[in-house]
């Protein structure tokens, strides 16, 4: 005897939608210093909305993360929207920083941008690019140092 039938398919009133998880997280810390230089930005500029968060190659791990003012979300970018700011990831970074929680972080002698990438299987002495394995590759001898930081747009910009 069956213990119980098997309906196959959604039944939307039975489930409650899913909600979509954010391709990045921002921490508090990080999302009041991109507030503090949205503001400041905004004195000279007021169309600029959010940061943009994308990657670029370089550096001597091969990618290296950027960051822009952004005055409107483009084309198949995703929104963070944490914290009351705003952060667009563009399109071509997304699949390297899923999963990436963004802090800043300030100490007696630097202040900026850390991205505690999950993804990243290896970064450089200075911790401006990393390198991401590929698809199906897993992380066998991993340690918590695949931290990778940024700031220099940010403080350039500002």
């Known amino acids: 005897m069956a213990a119980g039938r098997v309906i ?3 039944n939307s009133r039975l489930r409650p939608p899913r909600q979509k998880k954010a391709v990045m997280q921002l921490t508090e810390s990080a999302a009041k210093r ?3 230089l949205l503001r400041k930005r905004q004195q000279n500029d007021e169309h600029v909305l959010a940061v943009r968060v994308g990657i670029k190659a370089r550096g001597c791990n091969g990618l290296s993360y950027t ?3 952004a005055t409107e979300k483009q084309k198949y970018e995703e929104e963070i929207a944490e914290h009351g700011v705003t952060v667009y990831v563009e399109p071509r970074a997304l699949m390297h920083i899923i999963g990436t929680t963004m802090d800043f972080v300030e100490d007696e002698l630097t202040s900026e941008f850390v991205f505690h990438n999950p993804n990243a299987e290896a970064a450089c002495g200075c911790g401006e690019s990393f390198t991401v394995g590929r698809p199906g590759k897993t992380r066998e001898n991993s340690d918590s140092r695949d931290v990778d930081t940024f700031e220099k747009a940010a403080s350039q910009t500002a």
């Open 8 to 10: 196959a398919g959604s």
């Open 34 to 36: 991109i507030d503090e």
């Open 67 to 69: 960051m822009n003012y």
